[in-house]
């Protein structure tokens, strides 16, 4: 448990109920969770939640100058990505830049020659159209597994390989996932 100060514009009314507004609860988290990783990941589905921005939270830095936990906050705070949609997500895209690689765009939107919508990638390079996508193929739904084959399909058609990402490759073969983004990355013409 804590004690803190709350300024005003801190404390939002939602559903008549007083809270900390986005910005002071990601102040708060970045503060005192000890986790790198645990950090980000909440700070990232806070993100994505509110659309809390780091410079609105950078507001709240610089009205408690002094504040305990500030150079943990500092440090998790270019990590954040509003556009990771899960802890699995955040935590890919951390090991590929611990490993360093460029911070992968988040929620790629890729559309065909016509406009038309193809599909949403999690991760990726888009200027060298190589996607990462963390979880498992749908393979226990016929009509899942159909539609998952025509959309990889037509993003090969496209022009862009894909890195899948399982929990297995995550937690025991990280080597592996940053080997396989970077073979993509130099096919791609990508040089470090």
Same mark, same amino acid.
């Given at each position: 448990?804590?004690? $803190? ?13 007083? *809270? ?23 700070? @990232? ?17 610089? $009205? ?32 590929? %830049? @611990? ?12 559309? #065909? ?8 990638? @999690? ?19 016929? $009509?899942?597994? #159909? ?15 894909? %890195? ?13 996932? %940053?080997?396989? *983004? ?11």
């Amino acid at each position: 448990m804590h004690t $803190e100060t709350l300024l005003p514009g801190e404390v939002v009314e939602v559903d008549g109920m007083p *809270v900390t507004s986005p910005a002071r609860k990601a102040f708060d988290v970045g503060r005192w969770t000890f986790s790198r990783l645990h950090a980000v990941q909440r700070l @990232d589905a806070l993100a994505n939640a509110t659309d809390v921005k780091t410079n609105d939270v950078e507001a709240v830095i610089a $009205e408690h100058r002094g504040t305990r936990g500030l150079v943990r906050l500092r440090a998790v705070l270019p990590l954040v990505d509003g556009g990771a949609e899960s802890p699995q997500e955040t935590r890919t895209r951390l090991v590929l %830049i @611990d490993a360093g690689l460029p911070a992968p765009q988040t929620q790629i939107r890729v559309c #065909d020659q016509y406009g038309d919508f193809v599909a949403r990638i @999690d991760m990726g390079y888009g200027d060298l159209r190589v996607g990462i996508e963390y979880g498992p193929q749908h393979w226990t739904d016929p $009509e899942q597994r #159909d539609r998952d084959t025509d959309r990889h399909t037509a993003l090969l058609d496209l022009g862009w390989t894909i %890195i899948r990402v399982s929990s297995d490759l995550l937690r025991y073969r990280q080597g592996t996932v %940053i080997a396989r *983004v970077v073979a993509a990355m130099q096919a791609a013409g990508w040089r470090p």
